[in-house]
């Protein structure tokens, strides 16, 4: 498909990514097992049936691209608080467990987000969903594509956030800057991604799903 676009000077625009995001959709059948052929999961292969018989729990996160006309627009990240019991210190999308009142990924993701770092849901518009995110730990994570349009201001919950942060989506969605590491985990090497930015260290979920946004959208 053409884009707006063609030069590609506004390959990073949040108009882009909603362009993207729309034109990438899938039903819920064709995206059911789209997990297997994207990010960190299409490098393990062999954990995939594992991870479906354990991801039980339904989550969503919001992946919340800021609106403001930029040609290189910014993604916001938190970085979770060190007293947490899972992933303390871990840059994170904000995100969490759907509630049965939510009555979608869209609904619990947007709701997260204000509860955890007061991000007003007047602000944000989704614009699309990638394929779900599983975990060992027994999630199925939604992740919601969204646009947040200006005006807005952020206030972390110390409960749950350390920090607010912003990186430009040029250097998130660039192949170059996600570094594939190993590690050994229950007795088998565990392929993985980092994105390293400025003093951050992105890894595990946030960097396997980026990697999924960016395969899904500008591979």
Do not use: C
């Amino acid at each position: 498909m053409r884009f707006d676009d063609p030069a590609g000077l506004h390959r990073f625009s949040a108009e882009t990514f909603r362009q993207r995001a729309a034109h990438h959709q899938r039903s819920a059948a064709e995206i059911a097992d789209a997990f297997r052929h994207h990010g960190d999961h299409a490098l393990n292969p062999d954990l995939a049936d594992q991870l479906e018989a354990v991801a039980r729990r339904d989550a969503a996160v919001l992946i919340p691209v800021i609106d403001d006309g930029a040609a290189d627009a910014r993604l916001i990240l938190t970085q979770r608080a060190g007293s947490l019991r899972q992933h303390s210190g871990q840059v994170a999308f904000p995100g969490g467990k759907i509630d049965p009142e939510d009555g979608s990924p869209e609904a619990a993701a947007i709701r997260e987000a204000q509860e955890e770092i007061a991000l007003d849901p007047a602000f944000v518009t989704p614009v699309g969903q990638l394929p779900p995110y599983l975990t060992m730990s027994g999630f199925r994570i939604m992740p919601v594509l969204a646009v947040v349009k200006p005006g807005y201001s952020l206030v972390p919950n110390p409960d749950e956030v350390a920090e607010v942060f912003e990186v430009p989506l040029s250097f998130l969605m660039t192949p170059e800057n996600h570094i594939r590491e190993s590690r050994v985990w229950q007795g088998r090497e565990r392929h993985y991604y980092t994105m390293p930015y400025e003093n951050r260290f992105i890894w595990g979920v946030t960097a396997g799903i980026l990697r999924m946004l960016y395969e899904r959208l500008y591979g």
